[in-house]
């Protein structure tokens, strides 16, 4: 897992040596988008606990996909400085908004390694934080930060990668419910996919 994170990561660290001055639009994107992945880079060193492994094809399929967005992003970022700033300046409510959901995230994704022992594979349905409400908070939070990406943005490009994004994750997390669903008869029925009291 280690390995798909990392080429985003390091897209985002090289936009600094490459880059090394911007505006400050410019600059809170590079860090929000490299802060992401060096997250990711940890959570995968220290945090998580993998049930299993991966092929290598999805691997690769992934690691380039996030390379990619990370680049294009920023870069997308780069080529808009200078043109004239939009009407309503959405950046400060995209940095919070971005806080908010890398720090759900993160809550969430440890919230989820503490439910195995080292060693064990077994799976058990997750307690504490927003799981009472849905199966998937670490997704809701994770698009509340790609949200606050595009607000801190304010371009297209990254818009239409949140909304494939929350596309992607609202069926993921629509299948772990199915999954968790089939697999434990106490899941609580009122425990949503991914968004408390709807969906």
């Not at 004239?84 to 300046?89: A, G, K, L, R, S």
């Not at 594979?121 to 504490?128: A, C, L, T």
């Not at 669903?181 to 968004?195: M, Y």
């Amino acid at each position: 897992m280690f390995v798909i994170y990392v080429p985003a990561c390091i897209a985002g660290v090289s936009s600094f040596a490459l880059r090394p001055s911007g505006d400050l639009q410019f600059n809170f994107v590079r860090c929000a988008i490299t802060s992401h992945f060096l997250k990711r880079v940890l959570e995968v060193l220290f945090v998580h606990k993998f049930s299993g492994s991966m092929d290598a094809e999805i691997m690769i399929l992934l690691s380039v996909s996030y390379f990619l967005s990370a680049s294009t992003m920023i870069y997308n970022q780069e080529l808009v400085q200078g043109l004239p700033e939009p009407v309503i300046d959405l950046k400060y409510v995209g940095i919070v908004m971005f806080l908010l959901g890398i720090g759900g995230n993160f809550y969430h994704h440890f919230l989820l390694s503490k439910l195995r022992k080292d060693g064990e594979k077994g799976y058990q349905i997750p307690q504490g934080g927003l799981f009472s409400f849905v199966i998937c908070p670490h997704y809701f939070f994770e698009i509340l930060g790609f949200l606050g990406i595009s607000c801190i943005c304010q371009t297209l490009y990254p818009l239409c990668f949140t909304m494939g994004s929350v596309f992607y994750l609202m069926g993921r997390s629509y299948a772990t419910r199915e999954w968790y669903e089939s697999k434990f008869e106490d899941f609580p029925k009122e425990v949503k996919a991914l968004i408390p009291y709807i969906f």
